[in-house]
């Protein structure tokens, strides 16, 4: 997401924090260099004006010319507009009710927008934060629309209300409340209907089913590869239905961004939810902070943490952290690390987060294939010689090798590689300035 955008964004920031000293000239150039990668990202024009114009004004005031770091304070004005630019956090979370009561969330959209996906997936997301979600299938003008949901909805362990035969998307909507009400769900999520295109039809069932079940959230799902189109008909549904916030699809396949970068301004409402892959699990909470920092390519350490959270048990992480104080982290341990990190998501979303990262590392630095290769090698191994890894003499090294068809050179390359990694990790936890060096590197 946000590729070159980024990119451009991120050399441009180089290129003057290098400098001890700047010009009004050097400042002119930069924002000249931004206006245009912005107006590439296809960013609404009056958008990309208003952005020049302000961070111009402020950057070329005293603050920024005769500060002691030049290069950092314009860095941080570019972030502050941003950050601005894509909305502040104080509309970003859903406004649901206690579970005492049943909240509603009407979701809508044209049709190939990702609409019916994402329902299943914001379902999935509250259902973890502990909401009972019930998911309604209202969509009744699209073949096997129902269908797809009721297939979603048991995917994720949710339950999927319809009226078989049923024709009035409204009576579905309004019978889905009533019982989700009577059995004690605390969240109703409503799939609508969607057109290939917007017309009045659309917009008077929308309207209807609004004003029949009275939404505490009304979402609107846009295909973020579509850019400015996005944005058009979202305020298009803006103004003749009313929308509490967008939820952005296929986030992840959007390099450009001109969407995220022009919603907020143009709407006047948030984003609050991306998609960022095609699993269950991949819809993110949009925080425009952390946007901001990687679009500048400053990483995003919050998200990385969040997200290892997520892969990494915590007593798991505890019981590692004593094996490896005691020096007793073995090669089932090394095995399940691996394992692990799969679960925090594809390599060029983990490189965006990392400080300094984005432009300087790439898929290719990380090698995929000798992961697997490693992970092939340590699973044909017997227990006992994950446990002891120096009792791994020749004929075993063969026999391992032979096991994961590999060669007794990566077998060796293995071991030596793990041996280091254990050596490294006595260093780091025997050396507190050097622990402290590597969190600060983080920007922890």
């Known amino acids: ?116 996906t ?53 009576k579905v909507a309004t019978e889905a409340v009533k019982t989700a009400r009577h059995e004690l769900y605390d969240t109703v999520i409503i799939d609508t209907s969607g057109r290939m295109h917007l017309d009045d039809t659309l917009m008077k069932e929308i309207q209807d089913i609004a004003k029949a079940v009275n939404p505490d959230e009304t979402l609107f799902v846009a295909d973020a590869m579509t850019g400015q189109n996005a944005v058009t008909i979202a305020k298009e549904f803006e103004e003749k239905v009313g929308i509490s916030g967008v939820i952005l699809s296929k986030f992840d396949s959007d390099t450009r961004g001109g969407a995220a970068l022009s919603l907020k ?13 095609e699993k269950s699990e991949d819809l993110e909470a949009f925080h425009p902070d952390r946007i901001a920092s990687r679009i500048l390519g400053m990483g995003d350490v919050v998200s990385l943490v969040e997200k290892a959270q997520q892969a990494f048990d915590k007593d798991e992480a505890e019981r590692l952290a004593k094996k490896m104080q005691k020096n007793t982290f073995d090669l089932q ?15 060029d979303k983990l490189i965006e987060m990392i400080p300094g990262a984005k432009g300087n590392i790439s898929e290719e630095d990380i090698n995929l294939k000798e992961v697997e290769v490693e992970k092939a090698i340590i699973k044909s191994m017997t227990k006992f010689e994950r446990a002891n890894y120096r009792i791994i003499g020749p004929s075993r090294r063969k026999r391992i090798a032979k096991g994961s068809g590999t060669s007794v050179a990566d077998v060796n390359r293995l071991l030596k590689k793990f041996e280091k990694s254990k050596l490294m990790m006595k260093k780091l936890l025997g050396n507190k300035k050097l622990q402290a060096s590597m969190l600060s590197k983080m920007g922890m």
């Open 265 to 277: 301004s143009v709407v006047g409402k948030p984003i609050k939810f991306i998609g960022t892959g």
């Open 118 to 170: 994402t329902a299943h997936k914001l379902a999935l997301k509250l259902t973890k934060e502990g909401r009972k979600v019930m998911l309604v299938a209202a969509d009744l003008v699209r073949p096997a629309a129902i269908t797809q949901l009721q297939v979603l909805g048991e995917k994720v362990g949710v339950r999927v209300f319809t009226i078989p035969g049923e024709k009035n998307p409204v």
């Open 333 to 347: 341990d090394y095995l399940d690390q691996l394992e692990n990190m799969n679960k925090m998501g594809s390599v």
């Open 1 to 116: 997401m946000f590729d070159n955008i980024s990119t451009k964004f991120s050399s441009i920031m180089k290129n003057l924090s290098g400098k001890g000293k700047i010009t009004e000239k050097n400042i002119r150039d930069a924002v000249e260099d931004i206006k245009m990668s912005l107006l590439d990202a296809d960013v609404n024009l009056r958008v990309v004006r208003k952005f020049i114009n302000s961070t111009l004004e402020e950057a070329l005031g005293e603050k920024v010319l005769l500060s002691v770091d030049p290069g950092q304070q314009f860095t941080k004005i570019v972030y502050d507009k941003m950050v601005a630019l894509l909305g502040d956090e104080s509309g970003q979370e859903l406004k649901l009710k206690g579970k005492d009561t049943t909240s509603v969330i009407l979701m809508m959209g044209l049709q190939g927008s990702g609409k019916t």
